[in-house]
């Protein structure tokens, strides 16, 4: 793969609204390890290896397993996610595919079982955010593999 458009090449300030949501998100309280399933689970549907790259290695820093982070796509099949996290998961599927029969009523109900409204509306400012951060990964060409976690940060 080739990459599109190098980091140095962004116009200043592309990035900058886009971090700071992601410093919200990421010092909202919610896990930052359920964040990484999260996260991982929308880059599969959208397929952007880049991210899933990234994801991968932050959610092992955070102290997921290789089986789940890479069994987060057939979450329903395993017997190893929580009903909270297994709501997160099926929460951030239907907002990622949008079907227009379906409504979130019922996925809020399961959602409130676990989570304030609070951290709900922090969860779907997550899941708009990896969207977000997966279509312009895949657009400007980000080149999978060479994702390193910096120890000292949450990010």
């Not at 090449?9 to 309280?29: C, H, V, W």
């Not at 909270?84 to 029969?101: G, I, S, W």
């Not at 399961?110 to 990896?130: C, D, G, M, N, W």
Request: glycine share 6%; proline share 3%.
């Amino acid at each position: 793969m080739n990459e599109r458009i190098a980091y140095h090449d962004y116009p200043a300030g592309l990035l900058d609204g886009m971090r700071k949501t992601q410093d919200f998100i990421e010092n909202s309280g919610l896990d930052l390890g359920l964040l990484e399933l999260l996260y991982m689970r929308v880059s599969q549907i959208n397929s952007c290896a880049y991210c899933m790259d990234m994801h991968y290695k932050k959610g092992l820093h955070y102290g997921e397993t290789p089986l789940r982070l890479i069994s987060v796509s057939a979450w329903r099949e395993t017997p190893y996610y929580s009903e909270a996290e297994q709501a997160v998961l099926e929460f951030a599927e239907t907002m990622t595919h949008m079907p227009a029969e379906v409504h979130t009523d019922g996925l809020h109900d399961r959602l409130r079982k676990h989570f304030t409204q609070q951290e709900i509306a922090v969860l779907s400012l997550a899941v708009a955010q990896i969207n977000s951060w997966n279509r312009l990964m895949r657009s400007f060409g980000a080149v999978p593999g060479n994702f390193e976690v910096v120890a000292n940060s949450s990010k």
